[in-house]
Protein backbone atom coordinates (compact mmCIF):
# COMPACT_ATOMS: atom_id res chain seq x y z
CA UNK A 1 0.00 0.00 0.00
CA UNK A 2 1.50 3.47 -1.03
CA UNK A 3 -0.93 5.60 0.76
CA UNK A 4 -3.62 5.07 3.34
CA UNK A 5 -6.71 6.71 1.77
CA UNK A 6 -9.90 7.34 3.87
CA UNK A 7 -11.97 4.31 2.65
CA UNK A 8 -9.75 1.78 3.50
CA UNK A 9 -8.58 3.05 7.18
CA UNK A 10 -12.96 2.91 7.36
CA UNK A 11 -12.66 -0.36 6.19
CA UNK A 12 -9.63 -1.65 8.70
CA UNK A 13 -11.20 0.24 11.59
CA UNK A 14 -14.72 -1.57 11.13
CA UNK A 15 -12.62 -4.85 11.70
CA UNK A 16 -12.41 -3.45 15.30
CA UNK A 17 -14.38 -0.61 16.46
CA UNK A 18 -18.18 -0.86 16.93
CA UNK A 19 -19.00 1.27 19.81
CA UNK A 20 -20.55 4.15 18.31
CA UNK A 21 -19.04 6.75 20.86
CA UNK A 22 -15.67 5.43 19.67
CA UNK A 23 -16.47 5.51 16.01
CA UNK A 24 -17.50 9.00 16.73
CA UNK A 25 -14.51 9.91 18.12
CA UNK A 26 -12.67 8.67 14.95
CA UNK A 27 -14.57 10.89 12.71
CA UNK A 28 -13.95 13.79 15.04
CA UNK A 29 -10.32 13.24 15.40
CA UNK A 30 -10.17 12.33 11.47
CA UNK A 31 -11.99 16.16 10.65
CA UNK A 32 -9.42 17.48 12.77
CA UNK A 33 -6.45 15.78 11.26
CA UNK A 34 -8.02 16.78 7.62
CA UNK A 35 -7.83 20.61 8.95
CA UNK A 36 -4.61 20.45 10.02
CA UNK A 37 -3.06 19.01 7.24
CA UNK A 38 -4.81 21.71 5.55
CA UNK A 39 -3.30 24.52 7.25
CA UNK A 40 0.41 22.09 7.12
CA UNK A 41 -0.33 22.20 3.29
CA UNK A 42 0.06 18.26 3.56
CA UNK A 43 -2.37 15.73 1.85
CA UNK A 44 -5.84 16.12 3.77
CA UNK A 45 -7.43 12.78 2.79
CA UNK A 46 -4.36 11.19 3.76
CA UNK A 47 -4.09 12.63 7.19
CA UNK A 48 -7.91 12.32 7.69
CA UNK A 49 -6.97 8.29 7.14
CA UNK A 50 -4.37 8.16 9.82
CA UNK A 51 -6.83 10.13 12.67
CA UNK A 52 -9.76 7.73 11.72
CA UNK A 53 -7.18 4.69 12.39
CA UNK A 54 -5.79 5.61 15.35
CA UNK A 55 -7.92 3.71 18.07
CA UNK A 56 -7.54 1.08 16.32
CA UNK A 57 -7.51 -1.56 19.17
CA UNK A 58 -8.92 0.57 21.96
CA UNK A 59 -12.32 -1.09 21.94
CA UNK A 60 -10.73 -4.72 22.40
CA UNK A 61 -7.88 -3.90 24.70
CA UNK A 62 -8.54 -0.36 26.40
CA UNK A 63 -5.83 -1.71 29.20
CA UNK A 64 -3.14 -2.47 26.65
CA UNK A 65 -4.11 0.45 24.13
CA UNK A 66 -1.74 0.24 21.21
CA UNK A 67 0.35 -2.51 22.19
CA UNK A 68 -2.32 -4.92 19.53
CA UNK A 69 -1.82 -2.35 17.07
CA UNK A 70 1.75 -2.53 15.18
CA UNK A 71 1.56 -5.69 13.84
CA UNK A 72 -2.27 -5.93 12.55
CA UNK A 73 -1.52 -3.11 10.62
CA UNK A 74 1.90 -4.30 8.99
CA UNK A 75 -0.24 -6.98 8.23
CA UNK A 76 -2.77 -5.14 6.66
CA UNK A 77 -0.29 -3.28 4.89
CA UNK A 78 -0.33 -0.15 6.51
CA UNK A 79 2.90 2.06 5.72
CA UNK A 80 5.25 2.10 8.76
CA UNK A 81 4.88 6.02 8.51
CA UNK A 82 1.44 5.44 9.62
CA UNK A 83 2.11 2.59 11.64
CA UNK A 84 4.54 5.01 13.99
CA UNK A 85 1.97 8.38 13.76
CA UNK A 86 -0.80 6.10 15.12
CA UNK A 87 1.61 4.67 18.07
CA UNK A 88 3.30 8.24 18.78
CA UNK A 89 -0.37 9.90 19.52
CA UNK A 90 0.00 7.56 23.16
CA UNK A 91 3.81 9.21 23.96
CA UNK A 92 4.13 9.04 27.08
CA UNK A 93 1.07 7.62 27.98
CA UNK A 94 1.12 4.35 26.91
CA UNK A 95 4.01 4.15 24.11
CA UNK A 96 7.36 5.85 24.18
CA UNK A 97 7.12 6.90 20.54
CA UNK A 98 8.08 10.32 20.60
CA UNK A 99 5.79 12.72 17.55
CA UNK A 100 8.28 14.37 15.45
CA UNK A 101 6.90 14.32 12.37
CA UNK A 102 3.74 17.41 11.56
CA UNK A 103 1.25 14.44 11.41
CA UNK A 104 2.46 13.21 14.40
CA UNK A 105 2.39 16.08 16.30
CA UNK A 106 -1.09 17.07 15.40
CA UNK A 107 -2.67 13.79 15.99
CA UNK A 108 -0.86 13.56 19.51
CA UNK A 109 -2.49 17.18 19.88
CA UNK A 110 -5.94 16.60 18.60
CA UNK A 111 -6.63 13.23 20.09
CA UNK A 112 -7.34 14.78 22.97
CA UNK A 113 -8.54 18.36 21.96
CA UNK A 114 -11.31 16.90 19.37
CA UNK A 115 -12.95 15.97 23.14
CA UNK A 116 -13.21 19.30 24.03
CA UNK A 117 -14.65 20.96 21.25
CA UNK A 118 -16.96 17.92 21.00
CA UNK A 119 -18.44 18.67 24.21
CA UNK A 120 -18.61 22.42 24.02
CA UNK A 121 -20.46 21.83 20.78
CA UNK A 122 -23.01 19.97 22.38
CA UNK A 123 -24.02 22.42 24.57
CA UNK A 124 -24.93 24.86 21.84
CA UNK A 125 -28.20 25.24 20.24
CA UNK A 126 -26.79 25.37 16.88
CA UNK A 127 -24.21 22.78 17.66
CA UNK A 128 -20.59 23.73 16.01
CA UNK A 129 -22.19 25.34 13.48
CA UNK A 130 -21.92 29.17 14.43
CA UNK A 131 -19.26 28.11 17.07
CA UNK A 132 -16.24 31.09 17.44
CA UNK A 133 -13.07 30.71 18.66
CA UNK A 134 -13.59 32.92 21.71
CA UNK A 135 -16.62 30.94 22.99
CA UNK A 136 -14.56 28.12 22.79
CA UNK A 137 -11.36 29.04 25.28
CA UNK A 138 -14.00 30.34 27.99
CA UNK A 139 -14.64 26.56 27.74
CA UNK A 140 -10.75 25.55 27.47
CA UNK A 141 -9.91 27.73 30.59
CA UNK A 142 -12.95 26.03 33.01
CA UNK A 143 -10.79 23.00 33.83
CA UNK A 144 -14.27 21.38 35.17
CA UNK A 145 -15.47 21.41 31.54
CA UNK A 146 -14.97 18.03 29.89
CA UNK A 147 -12.57 17.24 32.76
CA UNK A 148 -11.72 13.64 31.43
CA UNK A 149 -9.98 15.64 28.31
CA UNK A 150 -6.21 16.01 29.36
CA UNK A 151 -5.46 19.52 28.82
CA UNK A 152 -1.59 19.01 29.98
CA UNK A 153 -1.28 16.99 26.86
CA UNK A 154 -3.18 19.10 24.53
CA UNK A 155 -0.69 21.79 25.48
CA UNK A 156 2.21 19.29 25.10
CA UNK A 157 1.29 19.17 21.70
CA UNK A 158 0.51 23.06 20.89
CA UNK A 159 4.32 23.14 22.26
CA UNK A 160 5.59 20.81 19.88
CA UNK A 161 3.80 22.52 16.60
CA UNK A 162 5.15 25.67 18.01
CA UNK A 163 1.24 26.96 17.92
CA UNK A 164 -1.14 28.49 20.73
CA UNK A 165 -4.09 26.18 21.61
CA UNK A 166 -6.30 29.38 20.51
CA UNK A 167 -4.74 28.89 16.69
CA UNK A 168 -4.50 24.77 16.73
CA UNK A 169 -8.26 25.16 18.60
CA UNK A 170 -9.35 27.64 16.11
CA UNK A 171 -7.93 24.94 13.18
CA UNK A 172 -9.68 21.64 14.56
CA UNK A 173 -13.42 23.80 14.89
CA UNK A 174 -13.11 24.93 11.48
CA UNK A 175 -12.69 21.57 10.65
CA UNK A 176 -14.94 20.26 12.06
CA UNK A 177 -17.38 22.32 11.29
CA UNK A 178 -17.10 21.13 7.99
CA UNK A 179 -18.38 17.74 8.62
CA UNK A 180 -21.29 19.11 11.21
CA UNK A 181 -23.41 16.82 10.26
CA UNK A 182 -21.52 13.90 10.43
CA UNK A 183 -19.98 14.32 14.18
CA UNK A 184 -24.04 14.99 15.07
CA UNK A 185 -22.59 18.93 15.86
CA UNK A 186 -25.16 20.78 13.56
CA UNK A 187 -27.51 21.40 16.48
CA UNK A 188 -31.13 21.27 17.01
CA UNK A 189 -32.90 23.05 13.89
CA UNK A 190 -34.68 26.18 15.59
CA UNK A 191 -37.89 27.05 15.02
CA UNK A 192 -38.92 30.77 13.44
CA UNK A 193 -41.76 32.75 13.73
CA UNK A 194 -43.33 30.97 10.45
CA UNK A 195 -43.03 27.70 11.32
CA UNK A 196 -46.21 26.12 12.32
CA UNK A 197 -46.56 25.17 16.01
Known amino acids: MDRLTLEKAKEIN ?5 EDHLLLHAANVSAAMEAMAKYFSEDPEHWAAVGWLHDYDYEKYPEEHLAHTEEPLRKWGIPEDDIRAILSHGYSICTDVKPETLMEKSLFTADELTGIV ?74 TENDSV
Open 118 to 191: QAAARMRPAGITDMEIKSFMKKWKDKKFAAKCNRELILQGCEMLGMDIRDVSEIVIEGMKAHANELQLAGVPQK
Open 14 to 18: ATMVH
